[in-house]
């Protein structure tokens, strides 16, 4: 590494620390990542000269152009599938590292914990090992594990009234942390049916929250929703947010943003049913934007099958989008965010959706290439033919 740096001789001694990676991370920002593929997506298109109209009908000047394509996906956070009774046997471990942590503050009398901590711990494997254990037994663990947190806390907060929690603890805010998931459990222990807003699921990202998609290889995952865009082959972020969100209420503001980079409105917006709402139907047809999918209303008998043709049309267009997304979580690492700060993770999400972009461009670059040293070659093969037709014959 030191040689890659450029250093002429081994140094002992370490040029940065760990943390300095994250830090330039959160330098950046995932707003300074946008920006950076706005200028990328600028200087390969610029902003004078639209997008290549898709759509089969011809635009005149001033008229709307290019197609707008819009999707959502999740880049799952690197954390366990959470279950109730791992998450507080995590607190519990947790806030045992944090008596240990502040027992030299005390007076150093009596027990560490309420509990045996060596039975705590058994009794969550008894039901962790267990491939299918009762419901009732899984309940039964919880209220243990719940109760042995809330003594833990009980601890610790009285230990830190009297010594101060900035003077002699430093893991102030994972303490809260778990407080906070100590009290969500009590509520949903006691009343399973009451919602539980801004639930927490991992102790270490609590950050992380459970976003319902309804897929077949996952109803819930758990990590950051992008709202993404296409324009051009190229990707852009939309909104980005670790609270799930309706997609249809980003679709006027992807069409502003599109309007800033181009001057104009998008001619069409391929999008899925769920865009379609009535707010945006009405914000399309006031902008000349034609918004895939059905119209309202009973249709005519001479227009179904050319709304049939325009869908089946839209259906193949949106398919990039749709390759975009797989695209970025098979190679570019979307699919598992490794990153577990907030910011960090959100940097890291924009970060693979500019390589993806980059990689566009490359590909891109690499047809031109092609075509050029194709046409090269056919341009020395025609002039060498002519040049042997022009010689004299013997």
Same mark, same amino acid.
């Given at each position: 590494?030191?040689?890659?740096?450029?250093?002429?001789?081994?140094?002992p #001694?370490?040029?940065?620390?760990?943390?300095?990676?994250?830090?330039?991370?959160?330098r950046?920002?995932e707003?300074?990542?946008?920006?950076i593929?706005e200028?990328?997506?600028?200087?390969?298109?610029?902003?004078?000269?639209?997008?290549d109209?898709?759509d089969?009908?011809?635009?005149?000047?001033?008229?709307?152009?290019?197609?707008l394509?819009?999707?959502?996906?999740?880049?799952?956070?690197?954390?366990?599938?959470?279950?109730?009774?791992?998450?507080l046997?995590?607190?519990?471990?947790?806030?045992?590292?944090?008596?240990?942590?502040?027992?030299?503050? +005390? =007076?150093?009398?009596g027990?560490? +914990?309420?509990?045996?901590?060596?039975?705590?711990?058994?009794?969550y494997?008894?039901?962790?090992?267990?491939?299918k254990?009762?419901?009732?037994q899984?309940?039964?663990a919880i209220? =243990?594990?719940?109760?042995?947190v809330?003594?833990?806390?009980?601890?610790?907060?009285?230990?830190?009234?009297k010594?101060?929690?900035?003077?002699?603890?430093e893991?102030?805010?994972?303490?809260?942390?778990?407080?906070?998931?100590? #009290?969500?459990?009590?509520?949903?222990?006691?009343n399973?049916?009451?919602?539980?807003?801004?639930?927490i699921?991992?102790?270490?990202?609590?950050?992380?929250?459970?976003?319902?998609?309804?897929?077949?290889?996952?109803?819930?995952?758990?990590?950051q929703?992008?709202g993404?865009?296409?324009?051009?082959?190229?990707?852009?972020?939309?909104?980005?947010?670790w609270?799930?969100?309706?997609?249809? #209420?980003?679709?006027?503001?992807?069409?502003?943003k599109?309007?800033?980079?181009?001057?104009?409105?998008?001619?069409?917006?391929?999008?899925?049913?769920?865009?379609?709402?009535r707010?945006?139907?009405r914000?399309c #047809?006031?902008?000349?934007?034609?918004?895939?999918?059905?119209?309202?209303?009973?249709?005519? %008998?001479?227009?179904?099958?050319?709304?049939?043709?325009?869908a089946?049309?839209?259906?193949?267009?949106?398919?990039?989008?749709?390759?975009?997304?797989?695209?970025?979580?098979?190679?570019?690492?979307l699919?598992?965010?490794?990153a577990?700060l907030?910011?960090t993770?959100?940097?890291?999400?924009?970060?693979?959706?500019?390589?993806m972009?980059?990689?566009?461009?490359?590909?891109?670059?690499?047809?031109?290439?092609?075509?050029?040293?194709?046409?090269?070659?056919?341009?020395?093969k025609?002039?060498?033919?002519?040049?042997? %037709?022009?010689?004299?014959?013997?």
């Amino acid at each position: 590494m030191q040689y890659f740096l450029g250093l002429t001789e081994f140094n002992p #001694k370490p040029l940065f620390e760990s943390a300095m990676l994250s830090q330039f991370a959160m330098r950046f920002g995932e707003d300074g990542i946008a920006k950076i593929n706005e200028e990328i997506y600028r200087r390969m298109r610029p902003p004078e000269e639209p997008p290549d109209d898709s759509d089969s009908s011809s635009g005149g000047e001033g008229e709307n152009k290019g197609t707008l394509i819009l999707d959502a996906t999740v880049a799952p956070a690197d954390i366990r599938y959470p279950t109730d009774l791992a998450l507080l046997n995590e607190c519990r471990e947790s806030s045992e590292e944090m008596i240990e942590s502040i027992w030299e503050h +005390t =007076e150093r009398t009596g027990h560490k +914990t309420a509990y045996n901590r060596t039975k705590a711990r058994k009794g969550y494997l008894e039901i962790a090992k267990q491939r299918k254990p009762r419901r009732r037994q899984i309940r039964q663990a919880i209220r =243990e594990q719940l109760e042995y947190v809330e003594k833990n806390i009980e601890w610790v907060e009285a230990v830190l009234q009297k010594i101060g929690a900035e003077g002699y603890f430093e893991h102030w805010a994972h303490f809260q942390t778990i407080q906070e998931i100590a #009290k969500q459990q009590r509520l949903h222990f006691d009343n399973p049916a009451a919602p539980v807003p801004n639930r927490i699921v991992s102790v270490r990202q609590p950050h992380v929250r459970p976003i319902v998609r309804g897929k077949a290889r996952s109803e819930v995952e758990f990590g950051q929703k992008l709202g993404l865009s296409i324009v051009d082959g190229f990707a852009f972020i939309e909104n980005q947010s670790w609270d799930n969100f309706s997609e249809g #209420k980003t679709l006027q503001a992807s069409a502003e943003k599109y309007r800033e980079r181009h001057g104009v409105y998008p001619k069409a917006i391929l999008a899925d049913m769920t865009y379609r709402n009535r707010e945006n139907i009405r914000f399309c #047809k006031e902008h000349g934007i034609r918004l895939t999918g059905p119209k309202l209303g009973r249709p005519k %008998v001479s227009e179904i099958e050319a709304d049939r043709e325009q869908a089946y049309k839209d259906s193949c267009d949106r398919n990039m989008v749709e390759g975009r997304i797989g695209i970025g979580k098979r190679r570019y690492g979307l699919d598992l965010i490794y990153a577990r700060l907030e910011t960090t993770s959100a940097v890291e999400a924009a970060m693979n959706i500019l390589a993806m972009n980059v990689g566009h461009i490359l590909r891109v670059l690499l047809r031109f290439f092609k075509k050029l040293a194709i046409f090269a070659a056919s341009s020395f093969k025609s002039q060498l033919i002519s040049s042997f %037709v022009l010689l004299p014959t013997v």
